[in-house]
C-alpha cells in the first residue's frame, strides 16, 4: 500500500475520532511552544498514537500527503492562499510552515 494511503486512512479517522483527537491534544499541550517544534511533536506524539491505532508512516510520509493536499486543494490560482480550509486538519503545514515551504515539496511533474 502506498504511503499517502496510509497517512489518508489514518486522517479519515482522526477526523472523526474525538477521542483520539482529544489523545493528540491532550499530549500536545505538555508541549511549550510546540508550534516551534512541529516535526518532532508529530515524531513524538502523532506517529505512536497512530501505531497505536494500526497506521504506520513517518513524518515524511505525512508532509508529503499534507503537501499533496494542500497543492490539490489551492490548485486554483484565483482562490485565495490565505484563506481558511474548510475542516482539514494538517499537522506540519499550517502550523508553522508557509505556503512558499509547502510548494518546495511539489511532487508533480
Given at each position: 500500500?502506498?504511503d499517502?494511503?496510509?497517512?489518508?486512512?489514518?486522517?479519515?479517522?482522526?477526523?472523526?475520532?474525538?477521542?483520539?483527537?482529544?489523545?493528540?491534544?491532550?499530549?500536545?499541550?505538555?508541549?511549550?511552544?510546540s508550534?516551534?517544534?512541529?516535526?518532532?511533536?508529530?515524531?513524538?506524539?502523532?506517529?505512536?498514537?497512530?501505531?497505536?491505532a494500526?497506521?504506520?508512516?513517518?513524518?515524511?510520509?505525512?508532509?508529503?500527503?499534507?503537501?499533496?493536499?494542500?497543492?490539490e486543494?489551492?490548485?486554483?490560482e484565483?482562490?485565495d492562499?490565505?484563506?481558511?480550509d474548510?475542516d482539514?486538519?494538517?499537522?506540519l503545514?499550517?502550523?508553522g510552515?508557509t505556503?512558499?515551504a509547502?510548494?518546495?515539496?511539489?511532487?508533480?511533474?
Open positions: 500500500m502506498k499517502n494511503d496510509v497517512v489518508s486512512r489514518f486522517m479519515a479517522v482522526y477526523q472523526t475520532d474525538p477521542q483520539l483527537q482529544e489523545k493528540f491534544a491532550e499530549a500536545e499541550a505538555s508541549y511549550p511552544g508550534l516551534d517544534i512541529r516535526e518532532a511533536v508529530v515524531e513524538e506524539l502523532l506517529l505512536p498514537l497512530a501505531e497505536e494500526g497506521f504506520s508512516f513517518t513524518v515524511e510520509d505525512l508532509r508529503r500527503y499534507e503537501t499533496d493536499l494542500y497543492l486543494k489551492h490548485r486554483d484565483e482562490q492562499p490565505d484563506a481558511p474548510d482539514t486538519v494538517f499537522f503545514l499550517d502550523r510552515w505556503n512558499d509547502a510548494a518546495q515539496f511539489n511532487t508533480e511533474g
